[in-house]
């Protein structure tokens, strides 16, 4: 879709939902309803000295990849989009567009794993400094600012804590020193959060979660201004992150149903959180729906619905957790979120295993936390498998003992 296409549809004043199904283009006779998959890795130019408009698949131009990038740029709201081999491309890309040896970045100290290991490790070795800021403390992004700052970087919700963080702090911050506030919102999706909305200038995610939505591609879409996004385009030809055309075609898929599948999520996750909250074998449930949720007010006044994910604390510490995971027939313990299918982990064996027990406990994951991706499986059946698991949690655990 092109920017004065995606244009169109925002004057239309559609949709979201509306404007996934039917972005605009061609509706010429005999043109296909579903744009095809144009599995091609180079493109016809004009002449010897005329490359044409799309050239080489690795340059983020290949039909499909525009496609999505700019059906995921309308949904965010914002000018342009990028669509890249990961999410991790996409944060990386767009951190290295913004820096050069000597500058420096003021990043939340809540980030998904591989991103603090980008931060902590791969800038330092390229020259670039960063300083971790607790978004919960007044003043703290002002007063991490340097004179080679060059970005503001902020992720919200948080794994798996759920942290719901204003980004107008960070970017009036941001603003009144001429630099972007970059934000990865992978955890909500465009249906219930638009960063840009509340004075994000780049937006990344990881699409492999909820856009995708179906556990079968990797891929990330960074967005924002056109001329931002094009100076990421740039590292994309040089880094070489591309998405394949065929991830980008059932990626675009995904986006169609992204609307209808968040509705669910958004349903299925309450309702469990509530159910799980009033039983006994659990300490604590985590989701910002919830009153007792630090950021229930700001997730209320920010996101459109309180999202798919979901904690739970369960008395009996590490030993509970993993009976508990070990029981559940619907529900499988694998990494990621996002999809369609309930997918549970355990922070102190994946994302947080490097961290001591009494760490973990200060970071509001104690042992006992399992992380829930809710999927939009039938209520009834999420409920009857977790709420079995639990009761068989003492079985085991008496077992073991
Ligand atoms: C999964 C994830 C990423 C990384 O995305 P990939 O597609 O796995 O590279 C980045 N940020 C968040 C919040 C994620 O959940």
Known sequence: ???????????????????????????????????PVVQSATFYGGGPDDPGPLRYSRYGTNPNQLAVAGRVADMEGMEAGLALGSGIAAISLAILSLVEAGDHVVSSLYLYGTTRLFMEEELPRRGVEVSFVDPERDGSWA???????????????????LRI??????????????????????LASPVNFRAGEHGADLVVHSATKYLGGHSDLIAGVATGPAERIERIAELLRIYGPALD??????????????????????????????RLEAHPRVE?????GMPDHPDHAAAGRLLDGFGGMLGVVLRGGGAAADAFCRSLEIAAVAPSLGGVETLVSLPRLTSHRSLAPAEREAAGIPDGFVRISVGIEGFEDLEADFVGALERVEGALADAG
């Open 1 to 35: 879709m092109t920017e004065r296409e995606n244009e169109r549809a925002r004057e239309n004043g559609r949709r979201l939902s509306t404007r996934a199904i039917h972005p605009g283009g061609p509706r010429g006779l005999g043109e296909p309803v579903v744009e």
């Open 143 to 161: 007063a991490a600012l340097r004179p080679r700052t060059r970005l503001l970087y902020l992720e919200t919700p948080t794994n798996p804590t």
């Open 165 to 186: 963080f204003d980004p107008r702090g960070p970017a009036a911050v941001a603003h009144a020193a001429d630099l972007p506030l970059v934000m990865d919102t992978t």
């Open 245 to 274: 055309p065929h991830a980008a075609w059932l990626l675009a898929r995904g986006l169609r149903t992204l609307d209808v599948r968040m509705e669910r999520h958004n349903r299925n996750a309450a309702a469990l959180a509530r």
């Open 284 to 288: 604590r449930v985590v989701y910002p």
